[in-house]
């Protein structure tokens, strides 16, 4: 008979938190960039922020809007009131989708994913992080992330949006 | 299916199946407000190493666990009341039994006890009423799983508790445990679990509901257990086989229909053979029987056993025969593999005959005795009697 | 048959059947330590006489600890608050739920704030707000369709700050569910067919959507099996008490499995009809149906078409060459609506355009069809469509089901 205290999994949480932080940047470059994103920003309310992360004991990644801006604003869960909260079930399931061994679709249908809020929420923020995989990941990768890749998109949308979404990312504006 | 004269069906456990399906515990245990869980295992019997992979999914939980890993072979009530103290002192909440048989059984007379609250295990009996459902318990079964842990019974020191609250309310199966070390393991768990569900399959009584659970465990380890016992990387095989397993555990807690099942009991309590290699016997005289009773019973199988395009491009008058050469090809594939590492009958398995004697004595007291006996009699039986 | 990479399943519902199924819950009740159960139904219920036949049942060794028939049509929070006071006053310590959908609802509202001693029934939505046992609730269902008695969700809605609350939790889940054949022996003709039709697309789509395990898949199999064999000739005579049982059977059947693989574009706008425009929602699921199928053909033929077996039998399968098992199906459950909107003198809807309302008015005049598709994309069950669904495809569906004709499977964007 022993007693154990359940150890931590450091590098799968830098990995996922690394991870997280490049993903809230780039949906706050992509709003600035992808007319859809800014469209579906629009339609949600006005101080609108959302969470990302995993159980029990994160990473997190908050994203909302602040005067007409989409912002990332860290990895603090508590840093505002959160509208929709997207769980991970484990660290290990996250780093299952954020690794693309499994898209969110199918994360959600396998039960790993679950949305705290109100669905219509949950599926613009779902349709945001979509069109944001694209713009991130090459075609073979983006494939496995979303339902289908928008091969109807253009060839411009694709080249320009990547280019402004990555630099934006990177540069932080 | 014939639903006029009603019926009743239950299945109490919910079921986690697959890949880092250990990781979901901390979640899954937190929904049931459980937070300090005390797992049952066995160094021996589940080994050093399903533990340390069960107890690393909890990693990043902060969580203390407790971890009983004695659990013998021979466990016996006083086992329980040993680990029910160290249950109350610890002030677990959840039961988590890791692998299969004993340790399970053992778990589940752990979760009647600290439930009920009574003063001391030894007391429990299987005239114990059981009315509620009993405190959380998560059953995560390992190759070495017999099907019963799933079940709504539970056997100790050859005395059976029965009540579909000592079912689990969770069950766990991950490949990294599911999978087999050796093939043998494997087949005999998959003979049990194929025994059990398919008498429940061809009983005139079966329901809709309890019949879903058996045919997906019969199409499981007709399509996977001959690889799962060949194969070297056999991952998602014994998993579909652990499944399979499982499911068996909530057909034999929904059916009357459960000769095989009993004459499995009979040998593993009176001479330690798995329950697997006496159902994998006796499969063949039992269906042979049941032919001659009722064909269209058998022909019913054809389906689960060949999948839909064979069943369907037969015509009814050649189903139940080949339903029965379906299943001869299944227990033959999965004999040759083992190269006779599973006896074919009571001969081969070595039984003594003074023990065999004790078998047909018990096996004498039950109200169908006289037939069961002539199942055993026809897989050497009586050659072992003479 | 497929073993996902993970999946999760669970129905804990105690399924108790048959021609006198009601006469054992006495007994079952006992079992749980119950002595006094509240009976919450609707006026419908009662007023068809079935609420009687359930107390009858209980003469033996139960006292009924009330009988609270104003369930409104739309759950409703002040109901919902009005019948768990009731509960309290009369020291009940179970609930029988007898009704449809909304019954099922208001009961699991009820059972929640009486077993946690809730104020605010808000606190407890959201995904791990409950998490212990809750009271006894047994559920008789009185239609063969919504399956909502082995379901896990309740939807209860605060008319008075206009707020819809989902709650979703394993504990939600009935103890036991009652199928009696008496519950649905009245059910008019044109009911009993949208309503088995509600059954089959749950049946249906729980076994393409994303979610499918192979438990939910032998669900779904059974159920197909029974609804296309059952239906039409229940529908043809109600009075037919083996085909009454058979129906509630695959309904329950059919619960299981969509409320553990989810569903799809179906519902997602068959959800937006109904909210849009007020269809009754079993009217829509048949109408949609035959679309949704057609709409995935294209990711999901092969296993589409693996419902040809226990849909048509031996024969049919046989005969039809592997490459067209899939549009077999959709044929099949179109013919269904046929033979139903026949047997009905016309009142089950094929199409949208032919579904009126009392006064014969049209419900879906052609010109609300965008909004219908828009409010689609606000509803949750596109997620477990296998294929994404956009404005313009939602508006493609609906105009085909609208005229009645084949969906143009070319315009459907494929990544």
């Known amino acids: 008979m022993r007693e154990i205290h359940a150890g931590g999994k450091p590098l799968k949480k830098a990995y996922v938190a690394i991870f997280l932080w490049f993903t809230g940047r780039a949906i706050q470059a992509a709003a600035k960039v992808d007319k859809e994103v800014q469209k579906e920003f629009a339609a949600l309310p006005d101080d609108f922020t959302f969470a990302l992360g995993c159980l029990p004991n994160g990473p997190w990644m908050v994203v909302g809007k602040e005067k007409g801006k989409v912002k990332y604003f860290g990895g603090n869960l508590k840093c505002r009131p959160v509208h929709l909260r997207l769980v991970i079930k484990s660290l290990d399931a996250a780093f299952l989708i954020l690794s693309f061994q499994e898209s969110t679709a199918l994360a959600t249908t396998r039960n790993r994913l679950m949305t705290d809020g109100e669905v219509p929420y949950a599926l613009s923020v779902i349709r945001i992080l979509d069109i944001v995989e694209v713009y991130l990941l090459p075609k073979l990768i983006a494939s496995l992330a979303v339902k289908r890749y928008p091969s109807w998109w253009s060839f411009s949308r694709k080249l320009a949006g990547r280019v402004g979404v990555y630099t934006r990312t990177l540069l932080g504006f | 299916m014939n639903l006029t004269n009603g019926f009743a069906f239950t299945c109490p456990f919910k079921t986690n199946s697959g890949n880092k399906a250990l990781e979901h515990l901390p979640v899954e245990l937190a929904g049931l407000n459980a937070f300090k869980p005390l797992i049952i295992t066995s160094r021996e ?134 999978r087999a070390k050796d093939g043998k393991t494997v087949a005999e768990a998959g003979f049990a679990a194929f025994g059990r569900t398919l008498e429940a399959y061809i009983a005139p009584d079966k329901n809709p509901f309890m019949d879903a659970y058996a045919f997906t465990a019969l199409r499981f380890i007709r399509e996977n257990l001959a690889s799962a016992v060949n194969k070297r990387c056999n991952k998602k095989e014994s998993l579909a086989v652990a499944n399979a397993v499982a499911m068996s555990g909530c057909v034999i807690s929904n059916t009357d229909q459960n000769m095989l099942h009993r004459l499995g009991q009979v040998f593993q309590n009176t001479v330690h053979v798995h329950p697997g290699i006496i159902i994998g016997m006796c499969l063949h005289p039992f269906l042979d029987d049941c032919m001659k009773k009722d064909s269209s019973r058998i022909a019913s199988l054809l389906l689960p056993l060949a999948g839909d395009d064979k069943y369907a491009a037969m015509p009814e008058a050649g189903r139940a025969g080949d339903a029965l050469r379906d299943l001869c090809e299944f227990s033959y594939e999965i004999y040759r593999a083992l190269k006779g590492k599973i006896p074919r009958t009571i001969t081969e398995a070595g039984i003594q005959q003074y023990l065999m004697k004790d078998i047909f004595d018990i096996i004498n007291q039950e109200p169908d005795g006289a037939y069961l006996r002539t199942v055993i009699d026809r897989v050497g039986g009586s050659s072992i009697k003479a | 048959m497929i073993l996902p990479d993970y999946y999760e399943f669970c129905c804990r519902v105690k399924i108790v059947a048959g021609h006198d199924a009601l006469e054992k819950i006495p007994a079952l009740l006992a079992e749980m330590g119950s002595k006094k159960p509240l009976i919450i139904t609707d006026k419908g219920v009662a007023a068809a006489g079935l609420v009687d036949i359930v107390v009858n049942a209980l003469k033996e060794g139960v006292t009924i600890g009330g009988v609270a028939d104003n369930v409104p049509p739309d759950s409703d929070l002040k109901v919902v608050n009005q019948l768990a006071g009731l509960y309290r006053d009369n020291a009940c310590d179970a609930i029988i739920a007898v009704g449809g959908g909304s019954v099922m609802d208001t009961a699991k509202g009820v059972n929640i704030v009486v077993s946690e001693n809730a104020t605010d029934l808000m606190a407890f939505s959201g995904a791990g707000a409950l998490n212990r046992r809750l009271k006894t609730l047994v559920a008789v269902p009185t239609t063969a369709g919504t399956g909502s008695e082995v379901t896990l969700v309740a939807v209860i809605k605060d008319h008075e700050k206009h707020l819809k609350m989902a709650f979703t939790s394993y504990f939600l889940l009935p103890s036991v569910s009652i199928l009696d054949s008496r519950m649905t022996m009245t059910m008019p003709p044109f009911i009993t067919a949208m309503t088995g039709m509600d059954a089959l697309s749950h049946a249906v789509e729980g076994y393409y959507c994303l979610q499918k395990n192979p438990l939910s898949d032998a669900h779904s199999l059974a159920a197909v099996n029974m609804i296309h064999q059952y239906l039409p000739s229940v529908t043809k005579n109600p009075a037919d008490k083996d085909g009454r049982l058979a129906m509630a059977v695959s309904a329950c059947l059919a619960g299981i499995s969509f409320s553990n693989s989810m569903v799809g574009i ?127 495809e939602n508006l493609l569906v609906l105009e085909a089901a609208w005229e009645g004709k084949p969906l143009d499977r070319n315009k459907i964007k494929k990544g």
Request: charged content about 20%; hydrophobic content about 45%; glycine content about 10%.
């Open chain 3, 266 to 392: 179906v519902h997602n706008l068959g959800h937006a009809t109904g909210s849009v425009c007020g269809v009754p929602h079993g009217i829509c699921m048949a109408i949609l149906l035959p679309y949704g199928l057609e709409y995935n053909m294209h990711k999901r033929g092969e296993t589409i078409a693996e419902l040809l077996l226990p849909m048509a039998g031996e024969e049919v399968y046989r005969k039809t060459p592997k490459a067209e098992r899939a549009e077999k199906v959709v044929s099949l459950i179109r013919q269904m609506n046929q033979d139903l909107n026949e047997i009905t003198g016309g009142r089950h809807a094929r199409y949208f355009s032919e579904v009126k309302d009392r006064d014969g008015k049209q419900m879906v005049p052609r010109e609300i069809l965008p909004e219908i598709a828009k409010a689609a994309l606000l509803d949750g069950a596109t997620i477990y469509n296998p294929e994404d669904q956009d404005y313009e």
């Open chain 2, 45 to 178: 019997l589940a080994g050093p190493k399903a533990i340390g992979t069960l107890i690393n999914a909890f990693g990043d939980s902060g969580m203390t666990i407790g971890v009983f890993d004695d659990v013998t072979e021979t466990a016996d009530l006083n086992v329980v009341e040993q680990i029910r103290e160290i249950f109350l002192k610890g002030q677990y909440d959840v039961i988590i039994a890791l692998g299969g048989g004993i340790i399970v059984d053992v778990a589940k007379i752990l979760n009647l006890a600290v439930s009920l609250k009574v003063a001391d295990a030894r007391q429990l009996s299987p005239a114990t009423a059981i009315r509620d459902p009993l405190g959380p318990f998560v059953v995560i079964p390992t190759a070495a799983a017999t099907g019963m842990e799933t079940s709504k019974y539970a056997v100790l020191s050859g005395k059976i508790f029965t009540s579909v609250h000592l079912m689990p309310g969770l069950v766990v199966l991950d490949p990294r445990l599911t």
